[in-house]
């Protein structure tokens, strides 16, 4: 049964078109992670929610905004699509100080910008 | 600062034969490891993961890794290796700080000839 689900798999955009991407979780996990993951690299962490609050790593940049109206759902949002910001973009979660843990991952996105 | 390192970009193996990928960290106390297997154009993957005890641990797909304490090493291991196991993969630690970020290594990405 999926836990991590990405919507949708492949998204198209446009060149500056404000873009949204989404992530839903039935783990009841309280804290969700965006990572970006450009071709043949490692996923990079973008920020992440601790239940409300919002972490953003420091070279995230600010075309890049998220938000978690719940804990099941965490959205991705790119104001501004550029070209470079074309990669897959990977959600997960985790449940934070509750002995052994781990992210799950969901299948990503991957986003074209034309 | 915490660091994983996968030393290998990237292995050609003969279908059939063993396999080691190899994969470092680097933090103030053991985090948990995982490794990661992705296709081209999916998500991520859980092949195993290590969070404490039995140091060999077994995963899916035939999968195999031994961690060493005194080495600072995770290494991936299969004994035949399936053309289906052409993939990259990728290494990971997640501790218990900070909201349990995930740190990736690079990335190997493997290659089966016939």
């Known amino acids: 049964d999926a836990m991590v689900i990405q919507n949708p798999r492949y998204q198209v955009t446009q060149f500056g078109k404000p873009v949204t991407l989404s992530c839903s979780q039935t783990?009841?996990?309280?804290?969700m992670y965006w990572y970006q993951q450009k071709s043949s690299q490692a996923p990079k962490l973008l920020f992440h929610?601790?239940?409300?609050?919002?972490?953003n790593e420091a070279d995230t940049p600010d075309n890049f905004q998220s938000r978690r109206p719940n804990t099941s759902f965490c959205f991705l949002d790119i104001r501004s699509p550029g070209l470079g910001d074309a990669a897959m973009y990977l959600c997960?979660?985790?449940?934070?100080?509750?002995?052994?843990?781990?992210?799950?991952f969901g299948q990503g996105t991957r986003l074209t910008v034309v | 600062a915490q660091s994983v390192t996968q030393p290998d970009i990237h292995i050609t193996v003969s279908e059939g034969a063993s396999l080691e990928l190899r994969c470092n960290y680097s933090?103030?106390?053991?985090?948990?490891l995982f490794w990661y297997v992705q296709s081209p154009g999916q998500g991520l993957q859980l092949l195993l993961k290590?969070?404490?005890?039995?140091?060999l641990v077994q995963g899916i797909k035939g999968f195999e890794a031994e961690f060493k304490r005194s080495q600072s090493s995770f290494n991936l291991r299969k004994p035949s290796v399936h053309w289906s196991d052409a993939a990259e993969y990728f290494c990971?630690?997640?501790?218990?700080?900070?909201?349990?970020?995930?740190?990736f290594g690079d990335g190997t990405t493997l290659t089966v000839k016939p």
């Open positions: 997960a979660t985790s449940q934070y100080r509750t002995g052994n843990t781990e992210a799950f």
């Open positions: 783990l009841n996990h309280n804290v």
């Open positions: 929610y601790y239940d409300k609050d919002f972490n």
């Open positions: 933090y103030g106390a053991t985090p948990y």
């Open positions: 290590y969070f404490s005890g039995d140091t």
């Open positions: 990971a630690a997640y501790h218990n700080t900070n909201a349990g970020k995930s740190t």
